[in-house]
């Protein structure tokens, strides 16, 4: 499974609350931005990083944050369907601000 992120300090929040619960977590950014596949672990990369990857369940966490720095929409649209397609069979997408990115997807 893969955790993506649209930006480095929510993956490092995602990191904090797997490791409480003893969740093993690989974190993409500390491994130059390579993929692991040693081991059992959730792998956690930014939603930039993850092109061209594929996982079986991807989680994306953080959609509402997508766009606050003033991209264009049709560019954020684009990260997130990169994103949302590195899942070959399931994704969890979710939010916790509302913003113009996510007011697009849920319409």
Same mark, same amino acid.
């Given at each position: 499974? $893969? !955790?993506?992120?649209?930006?480095?300090w929510i993956g490092e929040r995602f990191v904090q609350v797997l490791k409480k619960?003893?969740?093993p977590v690989d974190i993409v950014k500390e491994n130059k931005n390579r993929v692991s596949l040693k081991g059992? $672990? !959730?792998r956690l990369l930014s939603m930039h990083t993850a092109r061209g990857l594929e996982f079986p369940c991807v989680g994306v966490g953080?959609?509402?944050?997508?766009g606050?720095?003033?991209?264009?929409?049709e560019d954020c649209v684009r990260l997130v369907y990169v994103a949302v397609?590195?899942?070959t069979h399931e994704v969890l997408l979710t939010y916790s601000?509302?913003?113009?990115v996510v007011r697009r997807l849920i319409a």
């Open positions: 499974m $893969a !955790v993506l992120y649209p930006e480095h619960h003893d969740v059992s $672990a !959730v953080g959609l509402g944050a997508v606050r720095h003033g991209e264009e929409i397609t590195r899942a601000q509302d913003s113009g």
